[in-house]
């Protein structure tokens, strides 16, 4: 009785877990179906589960846009930016976790928390005088904006963890500071350096405001460029899905690797701060 | 850093490090200070948000449109705001986007974090399942709604319709466009919710649910007297970081409705980007930037205090 009863309950617990899955799931599997179907069928209620697939979509999407050149300017700027957001980051979380210092941390969250919106307008007039606006530089260093309280949050834990010992005997043997850190420090938190540069370039990658308004022609983003896909009313669905397919994809890849660390990242600064 | 350098360095932080080092057990050597270190980080957040955020409260104070010299007329910019019935509009807009959601994160959260912790089976696969929505681009998420919830060609209203309901405009009614941001969102972040409450529940201690259940709690007693408390703390780190997402909510609005139709979306953060970004009122525009900014941060300080009462 009590043992068909526990039986009972884990099957509706399957059950329920199964349909929050499902809800989860449909939406990205009708984008990946909907970018793979030829073009008449795209919109065909009732919906089409069986089809041939093509890329008839993919290949329009590139040779009639820009798209490859915007994916492009993805690439250089979120991985520009999360260059740029590490080597700031790197010495900078493990001074603040040597000599226990919290208040940077907290200045960070600041950026965090502040709307976007209220840094652009500066931006937008500082860039303009020094003739940035349309470049990679002007979103390279806005996005580093984005990257650097991330990477020194992701980071700050695995500088804690280091056992000070290791770091005075470098120096005890003669390591100059920059040694220290580069020899010494960094190959020991190289796995949260491997996180922290995969969770600033999926954000970089995934930001929208900053490239709205400071990209020109040359340096949209894929993002920006999507965008606009919606803003030119586009009809084409399938070829609208295609992007969104390709959007998707590095973000979706990169986190399968840190998965297990990825909700600790993305809340760091909230537990402790 | 030449040697002469490095000596100097070395001497300076020695003496700064000297004296408060000697507590501890491993501070008997004194040992360098990488102080220094934060400078390059610190010289960027000062050129990239410190002074743009002192630029734009100051512009807030000013009379500064295209083309006119800008002109100091004090707080006059925030006297408008407060007479500015857009504003009360994306005020009361933002609100409602903020409790809607988080009501629905919080609450779906809550039950889905325990469902994950009584489930066992495909671990990996379940959490591969869950953290892919939040990490899409918040533009592929309107993608995905502007051609899933199309009103006349959509898929969702044929579902609907199977189902002898609707059609419904979602996003392009004003009655429905706030409840369909709030659901979007709540699909993309109700699942982060679900594991930040996960990753809670398995740190608390095992024996008080054991001993409640000894002791013959029922299974909603134990929710409601052990385990809501216990939560409270990570429930209350969830909100904030929802709520810091939510109050300053732009992407997924800007994507599919640009603050449409009409007024009925344009929360705070969008009206602002509208009034700087396509009127051009820059004053005005980081006036109601700056409000917004002290709303968020006032709500965080709200919840820090509400977790300091919520800690056991």
Redesign the interface.
């Known amino acids: 009785m009590v043992a068909g009863r526990a039986r009972l309950r ?1 099957w509706l ?2 059950l ?2 199964a349909l ?2 499902l ?3 449909a ?2 599997a ?2 990946v179906l ?1 970018a793979f179907k030829p073009r008449t069928e795209v ?1 065909a ?3 089409r589960l069986v089809f041939s697939p093509t890329l008839e979509n993919f290949r329009e999407l590139f040779a009639r846009t820009d798209f490859l050149e915007n994916t492009l300017n993805s690439l250089v700027v979120a991985g520009g930016s999360t260059l740029l957001g590490l ?3 790197f ?2 979380a ?3 976790s ?2 226990r ?1 919290t208040w ?1 941390a907290t ?2 969250l ?17 860039f303009t005088a020094l003739g940035l606006v349309g470049s990679h530089l002007a979103l390279i ?2 996005h ?2 984005i990257t ?1 309280p991330v990477a ?1 949050w992701v980071l700050l834990p695995y500088f804690d963890a280091l056992p ?2 290791i ?2 005997s470098a ?2 043997d003669g390591c ?3 040694q220290t ?1 580069l020899r010494v420090a960094l190959p020991m938190v190289a796995p949260g350096v491997v996180v922290a540069a995969i969770l600033c370039f ?1 954000f970089s ?2 930001y ?2 900053f490239a709205l ?1 400071l990209s020109g022609f040359s340096s949209k983003t894929a ?1 920006v460029a ?2 606009n896909f ?1 803003g030119e009313g586009v009809t084409n ?1 399938g070829a ?2 295609a ?2 397919t390709v ?2 994809l590095p ?2 890849i990169l ?2 690797i840190i ?2 660390r ?3 990242g ?2 760091a600064g ?2 402790k701060g | 850093m030449s040697v002469t350098g490095a000596a100097l360095a070395a001497e300076a932080a020695a003496r700064d490090a000297a004296p408060r080092r000697r507590a501890g057990p491993w501070r008997r050597r004194p040992t360098a200070s990488f102080r220094w270190m934060v400078a390059p980080a610190l010289a960027f957040a000062c050129a990239m948000i410190v002074l743009p955020f002192g630029w734009a409260a100051w512009l807030s104070l000013q009379e500064s449109v295209i083309g006119g010299a800008p002109r100091f007329i004090g707080l006059d910019n925030y006297r408008r705001l407060l007479a500015d019935a857009e504003f009360w509009n994306g005020f009361r807009l933002t609100l409602l986007l903020w409790l809607l959601s988080l009501a629905v994160q919080l609450v779906a959260g809550t039950w889905l974090g325990l469902l994950l912790a009584r489930v066992e089976v495909a671990r990996g696969l379940v959490r591969t399942v869950l953290v892919s929505p939040f990490m899409l681009p918040p533009v592929v998420i309107g993608m995905m709604a502007i051609v899933i919830l199309d009103p006349g060609l959509g898929v969702a209203n044929w579902l609907l319709a199977q189902a002898g309901l609707g059609p419904l405009l979602f996003l392009a009614d004003p009655g429905t466009v706030m409840i369909t941001v709030a659901l979007l969102d709540s699909w993309q972040w109700t699942p982060f919710v679900a594991l930040i409450v996960l990753g809670g529940y398995l740190s608390l201690p095992r024996d008080v649910f054991e001993a409640a259940e000894i002791d013959g709690a029922s299974a909603s007693q134990r929710f409601r007297r052990i385990t809501l408390p216990l939560l409270a703390p990570t429930l209350v780190t969830a909100a904030v970081l929802r709520s810091v997402d939510l109050l300053r909510f732009f992407d997924v609005i800007y994507i599919t409705t640009q603050g449409g139709p009409g007024n009925a979306s344009t929360t705070l953060n969008i009206l602002a980007y509208r009034r700087g970004f396509e009127f051009f009122e820059f004053g005005y525009a980081a006036a109601l930037m700056v409000t917004l900014s002290a709303i968020v941060f006032g709500t965080v300080l709200a919840f820090a205090k509400l977790r300091r009462a919520a800690a056991w």
Do not use: C, K, Y
């Open positions: 884990r617990d399957g329920q877990l929050v899955l809800v989860l799931v939406p990205v009708w984008m909907s919109a209620l009732p919906p080597v700031l980051a010495p900078a493990f001074a603040m040597w000599h210092m940077p200045a960070t600041f950026a965090r928390m502040a709307p976007g919106t209220l840094f652009l307008l500066p931006w937008l007039v500082m260093l806005t580093a904006v650097l020194i000070r010992e770091i005075e120096e005890i100059r500071q920059h850190l999926v990658w995934n929208f405001l308004v993002i999507s965008f919606i669905w609208l899905m992007a969104a959007i998707a973000p979706l986190t399968l998965q297990r990825l909700v600790g993305l809340s909230a537990v």
